[in-house]
C-alpha cells in the first residue's frame, strides 16, 4: 500500500507547455520533499515544504504544500527538454530526522 | 570525491547466493538510509541509521536483510539467499543532522543495480 499517491504516472509534453503533477495522501505530513532522478543517478533533491500552504517557487517551478498537509503540488511553466525525468515526492511523518515515504513518481517527458 | 558513492553499480548474481552492497557516505554525515527501487515503482525504504543509536530497521522485507555501519562511515547492505524478486536498484542516502529534523537534505549514491537470475 503506497502512503502518498502521485498522478498522473507517466506525462509527457512539447517544449513550451505547463504541467502539474499531484502528490496524494490521507495521511498527514510533518513535511514534503520533492525530488528528481534521472536514469542511472540517485534522486536529487529540489525543495522541502513545511507549513501547510506553503507556496515556493524554484525558476519555473512552483510547489505548494496541501493546508492539510496531506498533498502537494508541483506545477512547472514552460517546460523545457532538460525538465525531463522522474520527480518524486517524499513525505516525513514525524519532525525528527528518520524514514521517508516515497510515491511512486511521475515520469515527464518533454519533446523538442 | 564529495558525493555518496555506491558499489558495485551492477551486480549479477544466481538465486540462492549472498550479496554485499557497499555504500560510502559523505564524510561527516551521521546519518544514513538504505532504499529498494524496483522497476517502475518509488523508493521503498529498507533502514536508517544515525550515530550510535540503535537503527531503525523497520523497513527491512525478511531476515535475509540484514545491514552494518563502521561508526559514521562506510555501510554494508546484505541479502542472504537472494530471490527472484530481490531484483531492484538499491540507493543509500546519508544526510548531514543539523536540527535532527526530516527536513535535512538526504544527499543519495547512484545505486546498485542488482539483478538475481
Known amino acids: 500500500t503506497q502512503l502518498l499517491e502521485q498522478s498522473p504516472q507517466f506525462l509527457s509534453i512539447q517544449e513550451g507547455e505547463n504541467l502539474t503533477v499531484y502528490c496524494n495522501s490521507s495521511?498527514?505530513?510533518?513535511?514534503l520533499q520533492w525530488y528528481r532522478q534521472e536514469p542511472g543517478e540517485g534522486p536529487v533533491l529540489l525543495v522541502t515544504v513545511v507549513t501547510g500552504g506553503e507556496v515556493k517557487k524554484l525558476k519555473r517551478l512552483t510547489f505548494q504544500f496541501g493546508d492539510a498537509r496531506k498533498d502537494s503540488s508541483l506545477h512547472i511553466t514552460a517546460a523545457q527538454p532538460g525538465d525531463t525525468g522522474l520527480y518524486l515526492c517524499a513525505g516525513a511523518e514525524g519532525s525528527t530526522l528518520g524514514r521517508l515515504y516515497f510515491g511512486r513518481g511521475t515520469q515527464l517527458t518533454v519533446w523538442p | 570525491g564529495a558525493g555518496v558513492s555506491q558499489s558495485p553499480s551492477n551486480k549479477v548474481t544466481e538465486k540462492g547466493k549472498d550479496v554485499e552492497l557497499r555504500c560510502d557516505p559523505i564524510?561527516?554525515?551521521?546519518?544514513l538510509y538504505w532504499y529498494r527501487q524496483r522497476l517502475g515503482q518509488g523508493l521503498e525504504f529498507l533502514i536508517y541509521?544515525?550515530?550510535?543509536?540503535?537503527?531503525?530497521k523497520s523497513g527491512l522485507p525478511s531476515d535475509r536483510f540484514s545491514a552494518e555501519r563502521t561508526g559514521e562511515s562506510v555501510s554494508t547492505l546484505t541479502i542472504q539467499r537472494t530471490q527472484q524478486e530481490d531484483s531492484a536498484v538499491y540507493l543509500c542516502?546519508?544526510?548531514?543532522?543539523?536540527?535532527?529534523?526530516?527536513?535535512?537534505?538526504?544527499?543519495f549514491g547512484p545505486g546498485t543495480r542488482l539483478t538475481v537470475l
Open positions: 542516502a546519508s544526510s548531514l543532522v543539523r536540527g535532527g529534523l526530516n527536513t535535512d537534505t538526504q544527499y
Open positions: 541509521f544515525q550515530g550510535n543509536s540503535a537503527p531503525d
Open positions: 564524510s561527516g554525515h551521521t546519518a
Open positions: 495521511s498527514v505530513f510533518s513535511s
